[in-house]
T-cell receptor, first 113, second 114 residues
Framework: AQSVSQHNHHVILSEAASLELGCNYS??????LFWYVQYPGQHLQLLLK??????LVKGIKGFEAEFIKSKFSFNLRKPSVQWSDTAEYFC???????????FGGGTRVLVKP | EAQVTQNPRYLITVTGKKLTVTCSQN?????MSWYRQDPGLGLRQIYY???????DKGDVPEGYKVSRKEKRNFPLILESPSPNQTSLYFC?????????????FGPGTRLTVL
């Protein structure tokens, strides 16, 4: 069975600070990887995804993530956050053998103005 | 506009009163799924469907039922809701392919069971 672990439950930082959210997964086969964001009161939106190719993936709103296969990790980064990045962020893994998405527990990010 | 819709968006009910949350997608997706979101636990899959008349349990199916009579609709049924089913529910859909099956999520249904 696949599982996903997000290291931080809550992160508080100031505007212009850099953000890095950790995500590690457990699965023996080939996977697709995703980061979703949920702004307060809104539904899930896809930030970025990795299917194959370049392990450094760029998404919307200046976010990027790096897939490190040897570490089973897919960490999310943003060089300079804004107040509007306040949200909850979810890492998710999907086995190539099926459609099921397995989510991490989420990380709540609060950006102070 | 391609989308997944859910109704109702908010629901407050009492223990034991049967309810149905509807989910509909207009993207001709084969795969549909229900998740519940609880603080600190992320999203957990309740049930999924690979196609019409094909459904299967996810990780937390107890207390829920689903049906898939039409490709576009995938209702979630709580026959006898209990307070521990108070949660935020999301429906999702995607094409059923082995490689690039990005899932699209509905807006969510916030359910409170008193």
């Amino acid at each position: 069975a696949q599982s996903v672990s997000q290291h931080n439950h809550h992160v508080i930082l100031s505007e212009a600070a850099s953000l890095e959210l950790g995500c590690n997964y457990s699965y023996g086969g080939t996977v697709n990887l995703f980061w979703y964001v949920q702004y307060p009161g809104q539904h899930l939106q896809l930030l970025l995804k990795y299917f194959s190719g370049d392990p450094l993936v760029k998404g919307i709103k200046g976010f990027e993530a790096e897939f490190i296969k040897s570490k089973f990790s897919f960490n999310l980064r943003k060089p300079s956050v804004q107040w509007s990045d306040t949200a909850e962020y979810f890492c998710a893994v999907q086995s190539r053998a099926g459609n099921k998405l397995t989510f991490g527990g989420g990380t709540r990010v609060l950006v102070k103005p | 506009e391609a989308q997944v819709t859910q109704n109702p968006r908010y629901l407050i009910t009492v223990t034991g009163k049967k309810l149905t949350v509807t989910c509909s997608q207009n993207m001709n997706h084969e795969y549909m799924s229900w998740y519940r979101q609880d603080p600190g636990l992320g999203l957990r899959q309740i049930y999924y469907s690979m196609n019409v008349e094909v459904t299967d349990k996810g990780d937390v199916p107890e207390g829920y039922k689903v049906s898939r009579k039409e490709k576009r609709n995938f209702p979630l049924i709580l026959e006898s809701p209990s307070p521990n089913q108070t949660s935020l529910y999301f429906c999702a859909s995607s094409f059923r392919t082995n490689l690039y099956n990005e899932q699209f999520f509905g807006p969510g249904t916030r359910l409170t069971v008193l």
